[in-house]
């Protein structure tokens, strides 16, 4: 058990230090030497766990929506869809790993999977719609899986130009406009005044939410 746990941790340190120098770098600047030395451990511990860069670029890019925690359920379908977005936008701000994932998956390079993640979000944001829609929660000519694709492709986009322009502009509160822009063409009337858009939603999310274990430790090796 000891060292199965030793495995954990050691590929944990080697995610968060790459998520460190892949945020900062972007893929193509970012050296293993650089990852290891952050990490502080040997070559041979990394390629243990990761064969290549590119091995861990993709468990970084894979970490998006793994290691991001599942919002707790709530009466309406509509204010789960809301948490998922304002959710993952808390913890863009804080979260290094979830970061680097980001800017991985808008960065132009053939080597890494960068579709894994927009597929994903897709299909989470498809299937809470869904509900909604057979829950009486969306307008009538409101198609789940477009709407699904238009908000993760807005929210990406909001990322990337809150990430680019200056002065910064506070992503939070950004996404939160976002939803609230998305919220009024879609839901109906009565659950749209129900749902709770507070600036601080995201916050409040994250502390009621549970990380499912399966997302923890993905095909970790025993070393």
């Known amino acids: 058990m000891a060292k199965q746990d030793r495995a954990i941790r050691t590929r944990r340190a080697i995610l968060e230090a790459a998520a ?66 304002l959710l993952f936008a808390h913890l863009l701000v804080s979260d290094p790993l979830l970061r680097a994932s980001v800017r991985l998956s808008l960065e132009q ?22 509900e909604a829609k057979e829950c009486g929660e969306l307008l009538l000519h409101v198609d789940p899986a477009e709407t699904a694709r238009i908000t993760v492709g807005a929210f990406g986009g909001m990322n990337a130009m809150v990430s680019t322009i200056t002065p910064p502009l506070d992503l939070e509160r950004e996404i939160l406009t976002l939803y609230r822009h998305l919220l009024a063409g879609i839901a109906v009337p009565s659950v749209l005044l129900r749902l709770d858009v507070r600036p601080d939603r995201g916050a409040q999310v994250l502390a009621e939410a549970v990380l499912e274990p399966a997302a923890v430790t993905p095909g970790v090796d025993i070393a």
């Open 20 to 85: 460190i120098v892949f945020d900062e770098k972007g893929y193509r600047a970012a050296k293993l030497s650089d990852i290891l030395e952050r990490a502080k451990l040997t070559k041979g511990a990394l390629y243990f766990h990761f064969t290549s860069k590119e091995a861990l670029a993709n468990a970084v890019l894979d970490a998006q929506v793994s290691e991001t925690p599942v919002p707790s359920p709530q009466t309406y379908k509509m204010q789960e869809y809301v948490d998922m977005g």
């Open 109 to 130: 390079v053939p080597e890494i999977n960068r579709s894994s993640p927009y597929v994903e979000w897709v299909e989470r944001n498809t299937r809470v719609l869904t």
